[in-house]
Nanobody, 119 residues
């Protein structure tokens, strides 16, 4: 079992920056991709960014050029640097990780951290 704990959310003005962190603990061997998703009120959860264990990154079009995902494999931690924040970035941000267990992919989610961007 893997536990994911997010931190770093908060309230920021438009144009500001925040850095989210997500630390994985427990049986963290064979973690593959880690990433961030978000869910705004009344909307479906959507992908923000992912990063593989090898460092390959993928971003949603809406955050390209503004957000940067990074990962410290030694600390089993993934980060999301968010710059030039917009009110439409307001959402609960969830950390996600997937793990290979005997050839089967298992997904884990954090509890979420609120990001609010004021105009």
């Amino acid at each position: 079992q893997v536990q994911l704990v997010e931190s770093g959310g908060g309230l920021v003005q438009a144009g500001g920056s925040l850095r989210l962190s997500c630390a994985a603990s427990g049986k963290v061997s064979s973690l593959n991709a880690m990433g961030w998703y978000r869910q705004a009120p009344g909307k479906q959860r959507e992908l923000v960014a992912t990063i593989t264990s090898a460092g390959s990154r993928n971003y949603a079009d809406s955050v390209k050029g503004r957000f940067t995902i990074s990962r410290d494999n030694a600390k089993n931690t993934v980060y999301l640097q968010m710059n030039s924040l917009k009110p439409e970035d307001t959402a609960v941000y969830y950390c996600n990780a997937d793990q290979d267990i005997l050839g089967i992919g298992v997904e884990y989610w954090g509890q979420g951290t609120q990001v609010t961007v004021s105009s």
